[in-house]
């Protein structure tokens, strides 16, 4: 047994705290064992749905942005966004482990409510964690935070419908690194953008389409 862990009691995977296991629910089902206590105590899944009755959506609250150090002079008006904040503090990725088919288990819900899940690879299950798209709910499982609609109104509201590449009025969601060139679906990684500049930049990432979009004048 670690040392630092006490009979009876259980760590929460949310706060880190070490506390009694009548803090935690107990799980149900057939898969379960008796006595199987859930991964988070009774006071983060509180706090955690109250964040999530006010917003309406999933507990994550844009804090603005952030300007873009670049010798480009086609991108010195862009800004980058910055990481939302967690009521609780972002979730440590770290405390992922693969189940014995060496996956980790992803769960959400579509536009429509109804639930779902798959088995995603490690790597980007540790991704999505790392750039506010998913939380960890035990060592085994995430969830996203985010069904396609909300993502697409939480992208849009964030920026203020403004296209982060003309400064135009903007209704699409664009990657900043492609998915064709790795990546994802994020809060990190996704930003407004309007139709124009969404097909032209179409699989290029941010320098390359800069590079093409306008000319640099070095003189």
């Not at 507990?59 to 609780?88: C, F, M, N, W």
Request: with cysteine.
């Amino acid at each position: 047994m670690n040392e630092n862990t006490i009979p009876g009691s259980k760590r929460c995977i949310r706060c880190g705290e070490q506390k009694p296991l009548n803090h935690f629910l107990k799980r149900t089902g057939k898969r379960y064992g008796k006595g199987v206590r859930r991964g988070t105590c009774r006071s983060c899944r509180k706090q955690v749905k109250q964040a999530e009755a006010l917003k309406g959506i999933p507990p994550l609250e844009h804090t603005g942005l952030a300007s873009v150090s670049t010798k480009d002079k086609s991108l010195r008006h862009v800004s980058l966004p910055v990481p939302p904040i967690y009521p609780q503090g972002q979730p440590d990725a770290s405390l992922l482990r693969p189940n014995r088919q060496g996956k980790i288990r992803m769960r959400g819900r579509t536009d429509k409510g109804s639930r779902w899940h798959q088995e995603i690879e490690l790597d980007l299950a540790v991704t999505l964690v790392k750039e506010y798209a998913a939380v960890v709910v035990n060592r085994h499982t995430i969830r996203r935070l985010y069904s396609n609609k909300d993502f697409r109104r939480y992208i849009l509201t964030r920026d203020h419908h403004t296209c982060f590449f003309c400064g135009g009025y903007g209704d699409t969601i664009d990657h900043l690194l492609p998915k064709a060139k790795g990546g994802h679906t994020t809060p990190l990684n996704c930003v407004c953008a309007c139709n124009e500049c969404n097909q032209f930049k179409a699989d290029r990432d941010l320098d390359e389409f800069s590079l093409r979009k306008m000319p640099i004048d070095e003189a």
